[in-house]
């Protein structure tokens, strides 16, 4: 979504802001600007549409200078791509540029005040309020109109703002969208993404919401809104977490499918004991005892972390005795919730910025729920907010279509509902058997990521398909809806996901030759049933792919392809069965010629509603 890139320093900002939205661009976008100042000539704006390499082409034709900027890739919302709607905005005078990620609710009545007091507005968008509410409030102290404009703003917002009268200056605020400050020598940085800093500095400073920074080169100040000073320091950011390069891939999906050994192997790294059966997660050490006495857990997530949260739904269901619901982020943040007594919420999230999921976990702390977070970015604001909580460690996810971080955060739940299970009625030796099982898995998900070619094969034969079902029964089912979601996302085929059960209430009306099925059934104890979901396809001329387990040879005579993976303990498989399912969607997106890391519409990280 929407990226903010800004830099105070010593050195030519253009390039280090361009390079900065380029690390953004993963975020998923549709134009792009920047805002220098040299404080000698006019301020420079330059807005483009579409890639960043066109806004590039655009700046080092133009050879702007000066050693302070903003920056910002925006993923519309409010008017249509267009250079007009593209941020940065600038006041009437043309001195104060601002950029914006989050919504103005308000906006509306903002920019009748606004417009009647002789503010020219040039967007449709609800960001071009900020910039000449600012400039209304604006007397000399740019941080302060910032303060003083904020308070009357309902909404959420991540912004960055210059003024041509302060060229050695940075202010930015955030409420609901994120702002990490980057400190290095002699030079300052702000980013919504630390993804876009970490190659300038590991010294870094998240602010919280309704907090304002400024940011002068090598040093910063933060306030609140209503100018009380903040003391904070900086933080060391964790290494290893930028390496965006995409190596021998064609495409960072591909790489990150191909990650996902590794990426289980980090889940789990120090956290089995095998002398006890259980799993060991430090991060909720502290909350054991509300985790003890818990008994119902709600989990809350988006996207393919709601997918995952389905799966946690089974998998603590099948080892502990807590009550579960799996419930959409954005549904839940609006229901009354009547939590009874001992609930615990667990918030899924890549990346930790998901502005439903947030909002949503906020809701459950409001009604006195522990709230736990399964997250991958560290130190994002899902991770902050949580009272504790695992990080899945899947490392940096760049490819839109999430993909390494499903694998990794369906291994920390089979961890978390382990651990809480050991400690109720789960004996020794089915902890143990999972454990073992859970060790095996990157070596068989290895052996899958060898038949990629074969898959390819497959995309071939089915990917003019523009209709495709999949389905799958109990610890299938969420693996059922998040492989058509990959289809959906990526190479823009109709997919839908269906508990097979639900097949006869609907979905078979639509099979024939055109509409093929891709079924998952390995050998579970759910296996017969989806046999017989097969046959009835069958006996309706729909084409069928299915995985199964490895030595199964009793599908060949009615499906007409099949996938193999490697047997395992029944709540593992979903760890196996969607590989291939990413590696179809995959393949049929490249042949199809679809922008497989940056699909059309999506954006990697929603911090919009
Ligand atoms: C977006 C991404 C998805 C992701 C979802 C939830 O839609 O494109 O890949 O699953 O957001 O994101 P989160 O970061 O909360 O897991």
């Given at each position: 979504?929407?990226?903010?890139?800004?830099?105070?320093?010593?050195?030519?900002a253009?390039?280090i802001?361009?390079?900065?939205?380029?690390r953004?661009?993963?975020?998923?976008?549709?134009?792009?600007?920047?805002?220098?100042?040299?404080?000698?000539?006019?301020?420079y704006?330059?807005?483009?549409?579409?890639?960043?390499?066109?806004?590039?082409?655009?700046?080092?034709?133009?050879?702007?200078?000066?050693?302070?900027g903003?920056?910002?890739?925006?993923?519309?919302?409010?008017g249509?791509?267009?250079?007009?709607?593209?941020?940065?905005?600038?006041?009437?005078?043309?001195?104060?540029?601002?950029?914006?990620?989050?919504?103005?609710?308000?906006?509306?009545a903002?920019?009748?005040?606004?417009?009647?007091?002789?503010?020219?507005?040039?967007?449709?968008?609800?960001?071009?309020?900020?910039?000449?509410?600012?400039?209304?409030?604006?007397?000399?102290?740019?941080?302060?109109?910032?303060?003083?404009?904020?308070?009357?703003?309902?909404?959420?917002?991540?912004?960055?703002?210059?003024?041509?009268?302060?060229?050695a200056e940075?202010?930015?605020?955030?409420?609901?969208?994120?702002?990490?400050?980057?400190?290095?020598?002699?030079?300052?940085?702000?980013?919504?993404?630390?993804?876009?800093?970490?190659?300038?500095?590991?010294?870094?400073v998240?602010?919280?919401?309704?907090?304002?920074?400024?940011?002068?080169?090598?040093?910063?100040?933060?306030?609140?809104?209503?100018?009380?000073?903040?003391?904070?320091?900086?933080?060391?950011?964790?290494?290893?977490?930028?390496?965006?390069?995409?190596?021998?891939?064609?495409?960072?999906?591909?790489?990150?499918?191909?990650?996902?050994?590794?990426?289980?192997?980090?889940?789990?790294?120090?956290?089995?004991?095998?002398?006890?059966?259980?799993?060991?997660?430090?991060?909720?050490?502290?909350?054991?005892?509300?985790?003890?006495?818990?008994?119902?857990?709600?989990?809350?997530?988006?996207?393919?972390?709601?997918?995952?949260?389905?799966?946690?739904?089974?998998?603590?269901?099948?080892?502990?005795?807590?009550?579960?619901?799996?419930?959409?982020?954005?549904?839940?943040?609006?229901?009354?919730?009547?939590?009874?007594?001992?609930?615990?919420?667990?918030?899924?999230?890549?990346?930790?910025?998901?502005?439903?999921?947030?909002?949503?976990?906020?809701?459950?702390?409001?009604?006195?729920?522990?709230?736990?977070?399964?997250?991958?970015?560290?130190?994002?604001?899902?991770?902050?907010?949580?009272?504790?909580?695992?990080?899945?460690?899947?490392?940096?996810?760049?490819?839109?279509?999430?993909?390494?971080?499903?694998?990794?955060?369906?291994?920390?739940?089979?961890?978390?509902a382990?651990?809480?299970?050991?400690?109720?009625?789960?004996?020794?030796?089915?902890?143990?058997?999972?454990?073992?099982?859970?060790?095996?898995?990157?070596?068989?998900?290895?052996?899958?990521?060898?038949?990629s070619?074969?898959?390819?094969?497959?995309?071939?034969?089915?990917?003019?398909?523009?209709?495709?079902?999949?389905?799958?029964?109990?610890?299938?089912?969420?693996?059922?809806?998040?492989?058509?979601?990959?289809?959906?996302e990526?190479?823009?085929?109709?997919?839908?996901?269906?508990?097979?059960?639900?097949?006869?209430?609907?979905?078979?009306?639509?099979?024939?030759?055109?509409?093929?099925?891709?079924?998952?059934?390995?050998?579970?104890?759910?296996?017969?049933?989806?046999?017989?979901?097969?046959?009835?396809?069958r006996?309706?001329?729909?084409?069928?792919?299915?995985?199964?387990?490895?030595?199964?040879?009793?599908?060949?005579?009615?499906?007409?392809?099949?996938?193999?993976?490697p047997?395992?303990?029944?709540?593992?498989?979903?760890?196996?069965?969607?590989?291939?399912?990413?590696?179809?969607?995959?393949?049929?997106?490249?042949?199809?010629?679809?922008?497989?890391?940056?699909?059309?519409?999506?954006?990697?990280?929603?911090?919009?509603?």
């Amino acid at each position: 979504m929407c990226g903010i890139v800004a830099y105070v320093g010593g050195q030519d900002a253009r390039g280090i802001l361009v390079e900065g939205l380029k690390r953004l661009e993963y975020r998923g976008y549709d134009s792009s600007g920047i805002a220098i100042l040299d404080g000698e000539r006019p301020p420079y704006l330059a807005r483009a549409v579409g890639k960043v390499a066109a806004l590039e082409a655009r700046v080092w034709g133009e050879e702007p200078r000066g050693a302070v900027g903003i920056a910002h890739t925006r993923w519309a919302t409010h008017g249509k791509p267009s250079e007009a709607n593209a941020h940065p905005h600038r006041d009437c005078a043309g001195k104060l540029f601002l950029a914006h990620n989050g919504i103005i609710e308000n906006y509306l009545a903002l920019k009748r005040r606004l417009v009647s007091e002789g503010h020219q507005f040039l967007s449709e968008t609800d960001t071009e309020v900020l910039v000449h509410l600012v400039e209304s409030r604006y007397q000399g102290n740019l941080e302060s109109a910032v303060q003083r404009s904020l308070q009357e703003v309902q909404g959420t917002f991540g912004i960055a703002v210059i003024h041509s009268q302060h060229p050695a200056e940075i202010v930015v605020a955030r409420r609901g969208s994120p702002i990490v400050l980057g400190i290095g020598r002699e030079e300052s940085l702000a980013a919504s993404d630390v993804a876009a800093l970490a190659q300038h500095t590991d010294q870094v400073v998240f602010l919280e919401d309704n907090e304002v920074a400024r940011l002068e080169p090598g040093k910063f100040t933060i306030t609140t809104l209503e100018n009380r000073a903040v003391s904070r320091g900086t933080t060391v950011l964790e290494a290893g977490l930028e390496t965006m390069d995409q190596g021998e891939f064609p495409h960072f999906m591909l790489k990150e499918i191909f990650e996902q050994p590794e990426a289980v192997e980090n889940a789990l790294r120090g956290r089995i004991s095998h002398s006890e059966g259980v799993a060991k997660l430090g991060g909720l050490e502290s909350v054991m005892d509300r985790l003890a006495a818990a008994r119902h857990l709600i989990i809350i997530s988006c996207g393919t972390s709601y997918y995952a949260g389905l799966f946690g739904r089974y998998v603590f269901e099948a080892l502990t005795d807590l009550t579960v619901e799996t419930e959409l982020a954005s549904e839940f943040r609006y229901r009354k919730l009547n939590l009874r007594q001992n609930t615990v919420v667990l918030a899924i999230s890549q990346s930790g910025e998901t502005a439903d999921t947030l909002a949503a976990l906020r809701e459950a702390k409001r009604k006195g729920a522990l709230v736990l977070g399964l997250v991958n970015v560290v130190g994002s604001s899902i991770a902050r907010e949580t009272h504790a909580g695992v990080y899945s460690h899947a490392g940096i996810e760049v490819g839109v279509a999430s993909t390494k971080s499903f694998t990794s955060q369906i291994t920390v739940l089979t961890l978390m509902a382990l651990l809480v299970g050991r400690g109720r009625d789960l004996s020794y030796g089915e902890g143990s058997a999972l454990l073992r099982g859970l060790e095996r898995v990157p070596d068989q998900i290895r052996e899958i990521l060898k038949q990629s070619g074969r898959i390819r094969a497959l995309g071939e034969k089915y990917c003019s398909a523009e209709h495709f079902l999949y389905m799958g029964r109990k610890y299938q089912y969420p693996i059922a809806l998040e492989g058509a979601l990959k289809l959906k996302e990526i190479a823009y085929i109709h997919a839908e996901g269906y508990a097979a059960g639900e097949m006869k209430h609907g979905p078979i009306a639509l099979i024939d030759p055109a509409f093929p099925t891709m079924a998952l059934a390995p050998e579970d104890g759910s296996y017969e049933k989806v046999v017989s979901n097969i046959q009835e396809i069958r006996a309706r001329d729909g084409r069928i792919i299915a995985v199964t387990t490895a030595g199964n040879t009793n599908l060949g005579s009615i499906v007409d392809d099949v996938i193999e993976v490697p047997s395992t303990h029944e709540l593992l498989a979903p760890l196996l069965t969607v590989v291939p399912l990413q590696l179809f969607a995959y393949h049929c997106a490249v042949l199809r010629g679809c922008d497989v890391d940056k699909p059309r519409n999506l954006a990697k990280s929603v911090t919009v509603e």
